[in-house]
């Protein structure tokens, strides 16, 4: 009889939950059926990568493995902010026509705003993230409209690194957008979003190609990669995303 793992490292596909990932696991799996199983640290639908599986007595530990520091790869789309700080998320501010002319201008403007995300910060919570307050998740309280003040805590960015930025069409965008949103399983506003970004991309006054840049990032337990990219455009003077989210080492653990 083959012998279960008390922890397994599982790489998460985009548009996938935590638990539909644990949970197809669990069913590929079927000597994991009747054992308790949880996932230390969640990923966000459209985020991928790296996921601790705790099995069994290991489940008690979960703790320890939550506190771990994380590292992801992400790229930040510039022109559009979202009410989710992703892909996933209604459009609520969108800058028309060209706002870099290039992207050496680009580089250089992130460089200088490099210094302000690392070591230790205050970070606010996305309201659309699982975080409760009076018991009930932040994005209960966005869905609703009621007001709720979001708590922050603090982080640390130990290490941010640009790796590259590109360009990309927006005809492209939009094919790219709404095929990974259609991932995504369950009730996320999804045919909401893609008919908001459809507007908003095929408007003839949006402009025709839009910056990316891609980064790695080694952070602390509890960084909202999402609130970085958000934050980035907001000191740039410029609304951003996160286009994609990998999350590549929690700890000594990686997928490689």
């Not at 290039?102 to 302000?116: A, S």
């Not at 996305?126 to 869905?143: D, E, M, W």
């Not at 965008?173 to 909401?192: A, C």
Request: hydrophobic share 35%; with cysteine.
């Amino acid at each position: 009889m083959a012998k279960t793992l008390n922890k397994i490292l599982l790489n998460k596909k985009e548009g996938e939950t935590p638990l539909e990932a644990l949970e197809f696991f669990r069913a590929k799996n079927k000597i994991y059926k009747n054992l308790p199983m949880t996932y230390a640290g969640r990923l966000d639908p459209m985020a991928e990568g790296l996921m601790i599986i705790l099995t069994g007595e290991e489940c008690k530990n979960k703790e320890k493995y939550l506190n771990f520091d994380k590292e992801y790869e992400f790229q930040v789309l510039f022109g559009f902010t979202t009410d989710t700080y992703d892909i996933l998320g209604k459009v609520i501010n969108i800058r028309h026509g060209v706002y870099f002319k290039n992207k050496d201008i680009l580089e250089k403007e992130i460089k200088k705003i490099f210094k302000e995300f690392l070591g230790k910060r205050k970070q606010k919570y996305p309201i659309y993230s699982s975080k409760t307050v009076n018991g009930q998740p932040l994005f209960s309280y966005a869905r609703s409209g009621e007001n709720v003040e979001i708590p922050e805590r603090e982080v640390e960015i130990k290490s941010l690194k640009l790796i590259k930025i590109q360009s990309i069409k927006k005809e492209k965008l939009l094919r790219d957008i709404e095929k990974r949103i259609n991932k995504v399983k369950g009730d996320f506003r999804q045919k909401e979003i893609i008919k908001i970004w459809k507007r908003n991309l095929n408007s003839p006054k949006t402009a025709s190609s839009f910056w990316t840049a891609s980064f790695k990032v080694k952070c602390s337990s509890g960084t909202y990669v999402r609130s970085i990219s958000n934050e980035m455009g907001e000191k740039l003077g410029i609304p951003s995303l996160a286009f994609s989210i990998k999350r590549t080492k929690i700890g000594k653990y990686s997928l490689k």
